[in-house]
């Protein structure tokens, strides 16, 4: 195994869990749980290999439709119906799991675990031979996974901390139905290849970080009232 493109392809997804460790602040999730979930994000990959794999057999369509299928249901449906099981199955009935901006970070925390591994297997072996593969995905790939993990949080964490169990089982819905759309509108983008699609790549990239961005900052607004109180 070459080593210089296993540290490139690990560094992205180590990066940007630092960033979300660091970015709560105000009442910081205990380590040994958040390693427990990326470490859980990582072996996620095992059942979705499998899951994708079954997919991709009842796949008839072929052209555009085989795309679309691929790309919504064998990717973009399973791996966050998996990354969102990593977290139902370690931290989300625990009580460490206190307040909504929690969600989102256990969420991208389990999606990087997830993100590292798909970068290893990517970057590391199937590409190897392939000296941009590494850049491209630090900058794209990794962080799409997080940016959909940021939206699954946001959602799991209004279903968590609903006033009604109908509220809470609404969220809890688009925890999943959201971040798998727009997982697979990327990958369909991607995928197709076609022109028209790959010129809304930028746009939609762009869409993304700002709507996940708000979505961040709002739950960062909500800690720092939180813990101010309690002060």
Same mark, same amino acid.
């Given at each position: 195994?070459?080593?210089?493109?296993? &540290?490139?392809?690990?560094? +992205?997804?180590?990066?940007?869990?630092?960033?979300?460790?660091? $970015?709560?602040?105000?009442?910081?999730?205990?380590?040994?749980?958040?390693?427990?979930?990326?470490?859980?994000?990582?072996?996620s990959?095992?059942?979705?290999?499998?899951? =994708?794999?079954?997919?991709?057999? $009842?796949?008839?369509?072929?052209?555009?439709?085989?795309?679309?299928?691929?790309a919504?249901?064998?990717?973009?449906?399973? =791996?966050?119906?998996? *990354?969102?099981?990593? &977290?139902?199955?370690? &931290?989300? $009935?625990?009580?460490?799991?206190?307040? *909504?901006?929690?969600g989102?970070?256990?969420?991208?925390?389990?999606?990087?675990?997830?993100?590292?591994?798909?970068?290893?297997?990517?970057?590391?072996? #199937?590409? @190897?031979?392939?000296? @941009?593969?590494?850049?491209?995905?630090?900058?794209?790939?990794?962080?799409?996974?997080?940016?959909?993990?940021?939206?699954?949080?946001?959602?799991? @964490?209004?279903?968590?901390?609903?006033?009604? +169990?109908?509220?809470?089982?609404?969220?809890?819905?688009?925890?999943?139905?959201?971040?798998? &759309?727009?997982?697979?509108?990327?990958?369909?983008?991607?995928?197709?290849?076609? =022109?028209?699609?790959?010129?809304?790549?930028? +746009?939609?990239?762009?869409?993304?970080?700002i709507?996940?961005l *708000?979505?961040?900052?709002?739950?960062?607004?909500?800690? *720092?009232? #939180?813990?101010?109180?309690?002060?």
């Amino acid at each position: 195994m070459n080593l210089n493109l296993f &540290v490139t392809a690990i560094t +992205p997804g180590i990066v940007l869990v630092l960033f979300f460790y660091l $970015f709560d602040r105000h009442d910081r999730e205990p380590i040994r749980m958040l390693l427990k979930v990326f470490v859980m994000g990582i072996f996620s990959v095992i059942p979705t290999i499998f899951i =994708e794999n079954i997919l991709s057999f $009842f796949n008839i369509f072929s052209g555009i439709f085989g795309i679309g299928f691929t790309a919504f249901i064998v990717a973009g449906l399973t =791996e966050e119906y998996i *990354k969102r099981q990593v &977290v139902l199955k370690s &931290v989300y $009935f625990n009580l460490v799991f206190n307040e *909504k901006l929690d969600g989102i970070i256990y969420c991208a925390i389990a999606a990087l675990g997830f993100a590292t591994i798909e970068n290893v297997m990517y970057v590391v072996f #199937r590409f @190897s031979d392939v000296e @941009s593969i590494g850049f491209y995905r630090a900058i794209i790939s990794v962080p799409a996974h997080m940016l959909f993990a940021v939206t699954m949080g946001y959602y799991m @964490s209004l279903a968590k901390f609903a006033s009604t +169990p109908e509220e809470s089982q609404f969220y809890f819905k688009k925890s999943l139905t959201v971040p798998a &759309v727009l997982h697979g509108i990327f990958d369909f983008i991607l995928m197709s290849q076609i =022109e028209f699609f790959m010129v809304l790549l930028v +746009p939609f990239i762009i869409y993304l970080w700002i709507n996940n961005l *708000k979505k961040l900052n709002m739950y960062y607004a909500d800690s *720092k009232h #939180r813990n101010d109180d309690l002060l």
